[in-house]
C-alpha cells in the first residue's frame, strides 16, 4: 500500500501582478531569484530538506516557465518512484469543469491526487516566499499540539501588522480569533499562508464548502474549521521570511543577498537551496574590470563594472559598461560602453551599446505608479533596446523596441514602453 | 543510432602529477573550474549518441567513483545502455589488478561479448577535447580501416616525448608507431581515441592475453601496426593531455583564453558535469577580480588575477591571488600571497601565508585544519 505521512500541496497558479512585466509570461513562483534561483526553489528546497517528498505543485497561469524547470523534480531530488513531484494544472471533469477559483478550490480539484498517497497530514505552501523553514518541526509541533490545523505565523512590527492576516492566540499558541487586514491589530502574529492540516479536517472541510465561490483558506476554510471548534494552533517561526509580492520588495530581498554575512545565507552547508542548473562552466571576469559587492552566476562574462548587483546565469556585461544596484536574470546580453542604475532586466533581454538606464529626475509612473515605483527601471523578457538612447527612471519597457520609440533617443522617467502582448 | 560501445580508460597513475594524483586519478582531475578531466569523454560520447559507456578504473579511484555515483549528469541513466563502472574484482579465474589497459578490458572480456554494437570505440579519459565520434565513426568505415587512431600534429615547440608518436603514409595510413620515444622524429601524437570493430577489439584483446601482454598501445597498435590496417584522424581542434603538472596548469590556463573557452562553453554541444548546488560566486568590499575564472559557491574579498578558482573557494581580505590554480573548496586566510601555485583541493591556507612557485608550478598543500564557525 502507498502511504506518505504528509503530502505537500504546493499553490504556484498566481500572476503575482505587482511584479509588472516581470510575471507577464511566467507565473511568480518562477520569477528568477538570487542570480540562479526562482522564487519556486525555495519551497521546494524545503520540502526536501525536510524530509516531504511528495510535492504536488498547483499551476494555472502561465506555466510554461514553471513546467520546464520542475520537469521530473531531478534537481530536488524530487524524481521518485513513488510520491516525487507532480505538477496539477486544473483539468476538464464530466461535470463542472473549471478553473481553480480560490486556493481552497485548487486544492478541493485534487482531492484525488492526495488520497493516493493516504496521508496523514497535507501540509499547503505558497509558492511565492523566500525563506528556509524545517516543516518537519511545524509537523512536531502540530503532533504535540494535537492539532486539527496549525498556520505557521510570523511576529511583525505593529505597525505592519494591518497589511496581514493576524492570529490572535492564547498562552497555548492555540487560535482564539483571527483577523483579515485589521485596523486595529490586537497581535502582530502574520499568518505565512502555510498550513499544516489532518487528512481528514481538511477533505471534510473542502467538501462541505466545494460550493463556496473562490474557495480560499485564509477567508472560508480556516474560518470554517474555526467556527466548528477544530484545535487551530499557531506555529510561530522567527527565521527570515520575505514576500516579494511588490517590484520595491523584490528589488531590496535580492540586494540582501550581497550583504557580507546576509541575514538569509545562500553559502550555508545545511539547508542548501536547489535548483535546475543547464549553465555549468565558470563565469569569466576580464582584465580591465571591476566587480565589487555583487553575486554572479555560471557562466556570466564580466568585461565592464559591476557594483551591489545581482547578476544571473550566462550573462554579458560590455567593456565599459557599469552596472550598479541591479538584478540581471539568465542569458541577458548589456553592450558596451552602457550606464545601468537601478535595474531589473529579466532574462534574455538584449541591450545595445551606449545605452544608459535610470538616468534623470524621479516621476510617477503614467499608467502603473503602484507597480513601478521606487525608481526602478523594469524591462520584460527578451526585449530589445536598442543602442544609444537614455532611459528614465520608474520606467518598463518589454517588447522588441527601436530608435523610434525612444523620442531624441530618450524615455522620460515614469512612461511606460509596452509592445509586447502584456 | 550509435552503433558503438565507449570506453574510457580512466584506470591509470601518473607520478608526472607529483602530489596532485595523492588524492584522485588523473581523470578525476578538476579542470576549468566547474569540470573533471572525465567529463569530456563522457561528453563526447553523450554528444554523440553513444549508449553504453564502460569506464575502467583502478588508481586511487575514489575521488573518481564519486563523481561517477549517478550516471544522469551526462544523460547515461538510461534503461537502454547507460554508464558502468568496472574496477578489478577477484573472480574464480583471475587476482590481478588490472596490468594494463588491454588487460582491464580482458578482464572484463564478457561484456563485450555480451553487446551487440559492431564497434568499440575507446577514450582515455585524461584529454580535454571535444569531438563528434560519429564523423570518426564514418570515417574509419569509409576507409575500411581495422584501427583507426586520433591523432594531432603538435607545434613545433611542444615537447612531444611524452606522447605516442605516429608517423603516416600520404593516405594517412599509420606506418611508424612509438610510445614515449627518447628522440621523436615527428610532431604527430596519438590522442589516446581509437574505433575498431568489437570482434576485431575482442580478437585482439584474447590473443594478447594468451601471450601474457598487457598494455593495448604497446601490445597491440605497435605490434600489430604492420599487419593490421592502422589508420590517422586528423584532430585539428584544441586537444590537452593532462600528463604532467605543467599540462594541468596550461590546460587550466588556456580556458582564460576567450577563444578556448567559448569553443568549450559557448559552442554547441556543452560539456556536461556533476552539479553541484552551490551558491552564485560572491564579491565582497574591495575584491579585485581581473582576467579569471571564477567558479560557483566562492567567495572573493582579495584580489585574484590571471588565475583560475574553483568551486566553492574563499579567498580573504587583502589576498593576491597571482597566476595560480586553486581547487575545490579551498580557504585562504587574509594577507596571504599566492603566485605560480596550484592549491590542493580542501586546503586551508593560513592568514600571512606566502606561496610563490619559483622555478616552474608550485604545488600547495598545507593541510592545516579548518575551524567551522
Known amino acids: ?422 | 543510432m550509435m552503433k558503438a560501445i565507449g570506453i574510457i580508460l580512466a584506470g591509470g597513475n601518473n607520478f608526472r602529477m607529483r602530489e596532485l594524483s595523492q588524492k584522485r586519478a588523473v581523470c578525476a582531475m578538476p579542470i576549468a573550474g566547474s569540470y573533471r578531466s572525465i567529463d569530456f569523454a563522457l561528453s563526447n560520447m553523450s554528444n554523440s549518441q553513444i549508449q553504453k559507456v564502460v569506464v575502467f578504473t583502478q588508481y586511487n579511484a575514489r575521488s573518481l567513483n564519486e563523481h561517477l555515483s549517478s550516471s544522469k549528469w551526462w544523460d547515461f541513466g538510461r534503461k537502454q545502455g547507460g554508464l558502468v563502472v568496472f574496477t578489478p574484482a577477484v573472480t574464480s579465474d583471475n587476482n590481478f589488478w588490472y596490468r594494463g589497459t588491454a588487460d582491464a578490458i580482458a578482464q572484463n572480456l564478457a561484456f563485450l561479448k555480451n553487446s551487440h554494437e559492431p564497434y568499440v570505440l575507446i577514450s582515455s579519459g585524461d584529454c580535454v577535447y571535444k569531438m563528434d565520434f560519429n564523423k570518426l565513426l564514418d570515417y574509419h568505415v569509409a576507409r575500411k580501416a581495422d584501427i583507426t587512431v586520433v591523432c594531432k600534429e603538435m607545434g613545433v615547440d611542444c615537447n612531444v616525448d611524452r606522447y605516442g608518436i605516429l608517423k603516416m603514409d600520404a593516405e594517412d595510413w599509420i606506418e611508424e608507431f612509438e610510445e614515449k620515444p627518447a628522440i621523436a622524429r615527428t610532431n604527430m601524437v596519438s590522442c589516446g581515441i581509437y574505433v575498431l570493430r568489437r570482434r576485431q577489439l575482442i580478437e585482439l584483446i584474447e590473443k594478447s592475453a594468451e601471450e601474457d601482454r598487457f598494455d593495448f598501445v604497446k601490445d597491440i597498435l605497435i605490434r600489430y601496426r604492420g599487419s593490421k590496417r592502422i589508420l590517422g584522424y586528423r584532430m585539428n581542434e584544441y586537444w590537452s593531455n593532462i600528463a604532467t603538472v605543467e599540462d594541468y596548469y596550461n590546460t587550466n590556463m588556456d580556458f582564460l583564453n576567450k577563444e578556448t573557452s567559448d569553443y568549450f562553453f559557448r559552442q554547441h554541444p556543452d560539456i556536461y558535469s556533476k552539479v553541484d548546488d552551490l551558491p552564485p560566486a560572491k564579491y565582497n568590499y574591495d575584491a579585485r577580480v581581473r582576467n579569471s575564472l571564477i567558479a560557483s559557491g566562492s567567495i572573493i574579498n582579495g584580489t585574484v588575477e590571471d588565475s583560475v578558482i574553483f568551486r566553492k573557494s574563499f579567498v580573504g581580505n587583502n589576498c593576491y591571488i597571482k597566476d595560480s590554480i586553486i581547487l575545490n573548496d579551498v580557504y585562504i586566510g587574509d594577507n596571504s600571497h599566492i603566485e605560480r601555485c596550484i592549491v590542493e583541493s580542501r586546503d586551508t591556507i593560513r592568514a600571512n601565508s606566502y606561496h610563490k612557485g619559483e622555478d616552474g608550478i608550485k604545488i600547495v598543500i598545507e593541510g592545516n585544519d579548518r575551524f567551522v564557525i
Open chain 1, 1 to 422: 500500500m502507498i502511504k506518505k505521512e504528509m503530502v505537500a500541496m504546493l499553490l504556484a497558479g498566481g500572476q503575482g501582478s505587482r511584479l509588472g512585466v516581470l510575471t507577464s509570461k511566467v507565473a511568480k513562483p518562477a520569477v528568477a531569484f538570487g542570480g540562479k534561483y526562482r522564487i519556486i526553489d525555495f519551497p521546494l528546497s524545503n520540502c526536501i530538506n525536510s524530509g516531504v517528498d511528495t510535492v504536488g505543485v498547483l499551476t494555472q497561469y502561465q506555466p510554461l516557465r514553471l513546467n520546464t524547470h520542475i520537469g521530473i523534480g531531478i534537481p530536488w531530488d524530487l524524481d521518485r518512484n513513488i510520491g516525487g513531484v507532480t505538477v496539477l494544472p486544473p483539468y476538464e471533469k464530466s461535470i463542472n469543469s473549471e478553473w481553480y477559483t480560490g486556493t481552497a478550490n485548487a486544492i478541493y480539484q485534487n482531492i484525488d491526487y492526495m488520497e493516493t498517497f493516504n496521508p496523514d497530514y497535507i501540509l499547503i505552501l505558497a509558492g511565492d516566499h523566500i525563506y528556509k523553514m524545517d516543516y518537519e518541526v511545524m509537523l512536531e509541533f502540530h503532533k504535540e499540539k494535537e492539532a486539527d490545523v496549525t498556520i505557521a505565523v510570523m511576529p511583525v512590527p505593529m505597525v505592519e501588522a494591518k497589511r496581514f492576516g493576524i492570529m490572535i492566540t492564547d498562552d497555548e499558541k492555540r487560535v482564539v480569533d483571527f483577523e483579515e487586514k485589521p485596523d486595529k491589530p490586537r497581535s502582530n502574529l502574520a499568518s505565512m499562508g502555510i498550513y499544516i492540516f489532518n487528512w481528514h479536517v481538511l477533505r471534510e472541510a473542502l467538501v462541505k464548502n466545494a460550493d463556496q465561490p473562490n474557495l480560499d483558506f485564509g477567508k472560508h476554510v480556516i474560518p470554517y474549521c474555526h467556527k466548528k471548534e477544530a484545535p487551530l494552533f499557531a506555529y510561530e517561526f522567527n527565521g527570515y521570511w520575505k514576500d516579494v509580492g511588490t517590484l520595491e520588495s523584490y528589488w531590496r530581498a535580492n540586494m540582501e543577498l550581497i550583504d557580507i554575512v546576509p541575514e538569509f545565507n545562500l553559502y550555508e552547508e545545511y539547508w542548501k537551496i536547489y535548483t535546475k542548473s543547464e549553465i555549468l562552466p565558470p563565469q569569466y571576469i576580464a582584465g580591465d574590470t571591476f566587480v565589487e559587492r555583487s553575486i554572479i552566476g555560471e557562466g556570466t562574462q564580466v568585461y565592464g563594472k559591476v557594483y551591489n548587483s545581482v547578476i544571473g546565469c550566462g550573462v554579458t556585461i560590455g567593456t565599459d559598461t557599469i552596472v550598479r544596484d541591479s538584478i540581471i536574470m539568465n542569458r541577458t546580453k548589456i553592450g558596451d560602453g552602457c550606464e545601468v542604475y537601478k535595474a531589473i532586466i529579466a532574462e534574455n533581454v538584449t541591450v545595445g551599446n551606449g545605452v544608459k538606464l535610470g538616468v534623470g529626475e524621479e516621476a510617477e509612473n503614467e499608467t502603473d505608479p503602484h507597480i513601478y515605483d521606487s525608481g526602478i527601471v523594469t524591462i520584460g523578457e527578451k526585449s530589445i533596446i536598442p543602442s544609444h538612447v537614455a532611459v528614465g527612471k520608474n520606467t518598463v519597457i518589454f517588447g522588441v523596441t527601436d530608435e523610434e520609440d525612444y523620442p531624441d533617443q530618450y524615455l522620460a522617467s515614469g512612461k511606460s514602453l509596452l509592445k509586447a502582448g502584456v
